[in-house]
């Protein structure tokens, strides 16, 4: 072997540090940059080390190769790294980390690459030419997004990395069908609006005064219904950029619950008896954003008016909890929803009966609003319903 010379350690660090800046430079997070360091070095390390060993005196002094002699050091690093990690020699996977065998099963190694990662869009990237990433749809779970990247080693040595995308997926769907479900909420009381204003202008219906107040009930109607989704809409913005500080202040639950359902009541003219709010422990405090608790309140006890039986009351409970918690009830006695509409109930522009939902005036965003209001004050949000007799939606929330 010979004498030690430190600078073999010169070509790796450059290297590495050569691909971890280079990834820094194309707009990678740093975390993103520990496999370019490693292979960086790697390959730096394996050219140098190659060179050598291949000269006469290496030759002739028969010397292993310096890769096997980091296999140990190199395999525990390749482990510290979540995303799964191949090392190819020949196409052949000779090292594969923790979370890879847990993705491909642990009889990878020593297979051809190829039936490692069994998928017709990666065959050609494992063993051909290099190239930017791909995305590879279906491995370990139907529904799993993945990105393959393939780094050159040198000496037919490969880094192959599969990175999970899916969430990145998930959130781009999300924000394609929250823009597509709000501009088809928009246009449709849009639509009816435009359509009345021209049979009012191009047509005799204007000049019945019974015809055009009836015109005129229809297109306010939209309007509002068009402003308050709007509304909706700006609400949900500023909750989810609020999202990350939890509100510290000291809310009085007793106070806010009987100022709510008193602004409610004012609206209802007849029908005012139908709220009930039971008994609170004036001492109950919450640490809260009042404006947004008002806001939750109000959609709970409006969703349990429009959707309760004529009629019926709708009781708002408030009462202290396990664990430091205040729990916020609000219970309505109506049709009840079917137990597999329960958990999409709060995703945006969801509904149960779509028809029945726009004839009362909903949104689609109201529970929407509820959970990112939950969510924020760092509380818990239940829904409970049984078919013909109603629904009960709780919110858990932090005592002050």
Known sequence: MGEWDPYRLVPALIGGVAAAAISLLLGAPLLATLPALLCGGAAAWLLYTDRSASSPLAMANDQPDPFDLTRPMLATLMD????????????????????????LGVHIVGENVRLAIRHPAAAERLTG???????????GEADRHWELNVHDLGQNRRLVRLSDRTSRYVAEKMRVDFVANASHELRTPLATLIGFIETLEDSKAGDDAHTRQRFLGIMSDEARRMRQLIDDLISLSRIEADK????????????????????IRRSMGNDQNRIQVEPIDRSLEVKGDPPQLSQLLHNLIGNALKYGR??????????????????????????????????????????????RSRAIGGTGLGLAIVKHIVERHRGELEIRSELGVG????????AS
């Open 80 to 103: 510290t790294f979540d995303d799964p990690l191949l090392l190819t020699e020949q196409h052949q996977v000779t090292m594969a980390n923790e979370a890879a065998r847990g993705l």
């Open 391 to 398: 629904t009960t939606v709780s919110v858990l929330l932090p």
């Open 129 to 139: 030419a290099n190239g930017g990433p791909i995305e590879l749809v279906g491995i």
């Open 244 to 263: 990350f500080s939890p509100p510290d202040r000291a809310v009085a639950v007793a106070e806010f619950v009987d100022e709510v359902a008193e602004a």
């Open 310 to 355: 004529a009629a019926t009351p709708v009781i708002v409970r408030a009462e202290a909890a396990e664990s430091g918690m205040v729990k916020l009830s609000v219970m309505d006695q109506g049709d009840g929803i079917p137990p597999e509409h329960v958990p999409r109930l709060t995703e945006r522009f969801y509904r149960v009966d779509p028809s």
